[in-house]
């Protein structure tokens, strides 16, 4: 199946979990590209390959501080994933709930099945 | 909201830029899900949630067979959706495509796969849907941009809001 090129937008940036990972770390503090290579456990060219790439769609922003290059999280960016996750995820609450109430019958009349004897 | 006494909640999760997961526990065992899964008037009981009510819930239940769902959104609108069964292990695991029938970019349908697994008498369903293209993905998330509920918490949602 042809995968579709990536790293277009917030979505496909955080499809992969290495970014999710630098994303939660910068969700606490900003950090230096150093951190999160002794952080992740990856090498310098990986991490700033990622990097890069969440800088692309925005998720990430940088600012230099004397020697240093600090990234930090944009939130702003992780919003529309934010919003369809919950809606998503929301809808299909619904549907599992009424399938809750569903499932109670079903239990109770396979119980009544068996047990008619007691 | 239904007093439930299980804190179950339905987790979404996007494991590639072209795949939606769904997980969800169930306080039952997994042949009784299934057969929720599986059967057409149970189907209309569940499948609309609480935003319409199934008009149709047609399931020809074998490889190659047919299903088809219509729901009745509350606004009037006719919503539906059409497959075909791939894959069926009774109890365990069934894979089907999905075709919206509305505007939908070309290309392949959905196939999504449905596993259930049964651990101390609860069983945990997960919903794989590997879909063609980016495209397609997209075309889901605008359309669920529409509707505004908030609800629950996973990994992306948990770093949005500690920024606020």
Redesign the interface.
């Known amino acids: ?6 790293t ?1 937008d917030a ?2 940036a ?2 992969e979990p290495r970014r ?1 990972e630098i ?2 770390i910068l ?2 503090e900003e950090r230096p590209v150093n951190d999160l290579v002794g952080l992740l456990g990856l090498a310098q060219p990986q991490v700033s390959k990622h990097l890069r790439v969440l800088r692309e769609v925005g998720l990430v922003d940088v600012r230099d501080e004397g020697r240093q290059r600090l990234y930090r ?1 944009n ?1 702003h960016a ?27 019958q ?2 109770r009349e ?1 119980q009544g099945d068996e047990g008619d004897d007691e | 909201m239904k007093a439930m006494t299980s804190s179950a909640k339905a987790t979404v999760t996007l494991p590639t830029d072209d795949q939606i997961l769904i997980t969800r526990e169930f306080d039952a065992p997994k042949h009784l899900v299934y057969k929720a899964w599986t059967t057409p008037e149970l189907v209309k009981r569940w499948w609309s949630g609480r935003r319409g009510t199934m008009t149709i819930a047609e399931i020809d239940l074998r490889v190659g067979g047919a299903w088809r769902y219509v729901m009745q959104a509350q606004g009037g609108a006719e919503v539906a959706f059409h497959g075909e069964y791939r894959e069926i292990v009774p109890d365990e695991r069934i894979v089907y495509t999905e075709v919206y029938e509305g505007p939908w970019p070309e290309g392949e349908p959905a196939v999504n796969t449905v596993t259930f697994t049964e651990a101390d008498g609860r069983t945990t369903l997960t919903a794989l849907s590997q879909l063609d293209s980016k495209a397609t993905r997209d075309m889901i998330i605008d359309s669920g941009m529409e509707s505004g509920m908030q609800e629950g918490m996973d990994l992306l949602e948990e770093v949005a809001i500690s920024l606020r």
């Open positions: 199946m042809a995968r579709a090129a990536t277009t979505f496909n955080v499809a999710r994303l939660d969700a606490s999280l939130g992780l919003k529309p994933i934010h919003d369809w996750v919950s809606s998503y995820e929301s809808s299909w609450s619904q549907r599992f709930d009424e399938l809750d109430v569903v499932l109670e079903l239990k396979e």
